[in-house]
C-alpha cells in the first residue's frame, strides 16, 4: 500500500499502524435519500481553498477515509442517486462525517 | 494529433464494444474492481503484478511488455482503449506504456471507470478468452521518459510540471491524503517547478478539460513556458501521467516527458536542490 496512490479498501479495518494521537483521520458515510448505504460513491477530499486533495471510492459499508491534517475540508460525494457536499473542521483524531447524496 | 485520435467518449465505447480489432483494457491497481464487473470483452491488467519489475525498482522492459500483451490477445495493430479507477490514472500511465514501447494505436477512455459507472453503463463479470498473439514491441522511446539526472538538470532550464496535491509539494504532506503518512522521504519540491495538481486537469467526473481549459491552465495561470521542453513528475509516477497525456496528446507539446522515478526518488536523493513552501523557488 504505501508505494501506491490508489484507494485502500475503504470498509477494511483502521490499519493498526495508524497513530490517531499524530494522525488526523476524515472518515464517515454516504447515504442516499432512503437512508440507505451507498457502496460506490466517489468521495473528493478539497483542501481549504477548493484544491482537489484525494478521492475514493466507497465500498459495502457506504465508506469513506482519509488520512489528512487538522483545518478545513470540503467533502464531495458524487454517486449514480446524486451528489452531496459537507465541510468539515477537522482536528487531530477521528472526526466524523454523514454525506447525504441526492439528485 | 486530433483529440478523437487519442481520446474516445463513454458513447463512442458503448458503440464499439464488438467491433473487431478493438480490445477494452482495464488497468486497475485495485483487480477486485475488474473482478466485480468490467466493460463486456475488456481484458485486465494489473498495474502493479504486470506492469513492474518483480525485482528492481523499475518497469517492464521490451521482452516482458511483448510476453504480456501476447498473453492478453493483444495484436500490434488492434486499436487498445484503456480505461481504469483513480480518474484514469493507471489507464494513463499504461497509455505511456503503450507509447514507450511504440504501440500505434492506443486511446484512453474518457472519464475511464468513474463516468461509466457514474452514466450506469452495463458492465459484466465475464472474463473474455483472447488467444495469444505475438506481440513484438518497439524499443524504449526515451523521448518520453526522464530520468533523475534529467529532473535535476531540468531546474530553472526546462518547465519542471508538479503535480501532486499542493500540501504534498510544500512539503506539508508525503503522500496523497487518502494514505497514511508513513512515507520517511523528505518531503518538498524539485526547485522552479510549477506546481499543477493533475485533478486541475479533470472534471468532477473524471473527463479530461477542454483543449481551451487546460491551455489556460498550464499556460495563462501556472505559466508553463511553451518555447521550453517540459518534464512532469509525482510521487510514483502515475498521476504525473495523466498529466503528460493532457500536455503532449491533448495539447500537442512534442518535447513532454514523465519522470516516473519521480518524489519517491527525488526526495531520497543524497545532496540534490529542494524547495520548501508554495513557491516554485529558485536555481
Same mark, same amino acid.
Given at each position: 500500500m504505501s508505494d501506491s496512490c490508489a484507494a485502500p479498501d475503504q470498509d477494511a479495518a483502521l490499519p493498526a499502524s495508524v497513530d490517531l494521537e499524530k494522525e488526523t483521520v476524515l472518515t464517515g458515510t454516504v447515504v442516499n435519500g432512503e437512508g440507505e448505504l451507498v457502496q460506490g460513491a466517489y468521495v473528493r477530499l478539497l483542501d481549504g481553498t477548493g484544491e482537489f486533495t484525494a478521492e475514493v471510492v466507497t465500498g459495502e459499508g457506504g465508506q469513506f477515509r482519509f488520512f489528512a491534517a487538522p483545518g478545513k475540508w470540503t467533502l464531495r460525494a458524487l454517486s449514480r442517486y446524486g451528489d452531496a457536499t459537507g465541510e468539515v473542521e477537522a482536528a487531530r483524531g477521528l472526526n466524523e462525517t454523514s454525506l447525504a447524496v441526492s439528485r | 494529433m486530433a483529440r478523437e485520435d487519442v481520446l474516445v467518449t463513454a458513447d463512442w465505447a458503448e458503440a464499439n464494444l464488438d467491433t473487431p480489432g478493438v480490445v477494452f483494457v482495464e488497468v486497475d491497481e485495485d483487480t477486485a474492481a475488474y473482478d466485480s464487473g468490467h466493460i463486456k470483452g475488456a481484458v485486465k491488467i494489473d498495474w502493479k503484478d504486470d506492469l513492474q519489475d518483480p525485482v528492481r525498482r523499475d518497469f517492464v522492459n521490451q521482452e516482458q511488455f511483448s510476453q504480456l500483451l501476447s498473453e492478453r490477445g493483444i495484436a500490434n495493430d488492434d486499436t487498445v482503449v484503456l480505461y481504469g479507477g483513480n480518474n484514469n490514472w493507471f489507464a494513463a500511465y499504461a497509455y505511456w506504456y503503450f507509447k514507450l514501447y511504440g504501440h500505434q494505436d492506443v486511446k484512453l477512455l474518457d472519464g475511464g471507470r468513474k463516468k461509466w459507472e457514474l452514466d450506469a453503463r452495463d458492465v459484466v463479470t465475464e472474463v473474455p478468452q483472447r488467444p495469444a498473439t505475438n506481440y513484438v514491441a518497439g524499443p524504449l522511446d526515451w523521448s518520453l521518459r526522464a530520468k533523475r539526472d534529467e529532473a535535476e538538470a531540468a531546474i530553472g532550464v526546462k518547465n519542471l510540471i508538479d503535480v501532486r496535491s499542493p500540501d504534498e509539494y510544500a512539503g506539508r504532506l508525503l503522500a496523497p491524503a487518502h494514505l497514511p503518512q508513513e512515507q520517511s522521504q523528505r518531503g518538498g519540491h524539485i526547485p522552479t517547478a510549477l506546481s499543477v495538481p493533475?485533478?486541475?486537469?479533470?472534471?468532477? @467526473?473524471g473527463t479530461f478539460k477542454s483543449d481551451a481549459e487546460l491551455r489556460e491552465i498550464y499556460v @495563462? *495561470?501556472?505559466?508553463? @513556458? *511553451?518555447s521550453k521542453a517540459t518534464i512532469a513528475y509525482c510521487r510514483i509516477g502515475e498521476r504525473s501521467s495523466h498529466t503528460w497525456f493532457a500536455l503532449r496528446e491533448l495539447l500537442g507539446y512534442e518535447d513532454v516527458k514523465n519522470y516516473d522515478g519521480s518524489w519517491t526518488e527525488y526526495g531520497s536523493l543524497v545532496g540534490v536542490p529542494i524547495a520548501l513552501g508554495d513557491e516554485p523557488g529558485t536555481k
Open positions: - | 493533475w485533478s486541475k486537469a479533470a472534471n468532477e @467526473d @495563462d *495561470e501556472a505559466g508553463l @513556458d *511553451e
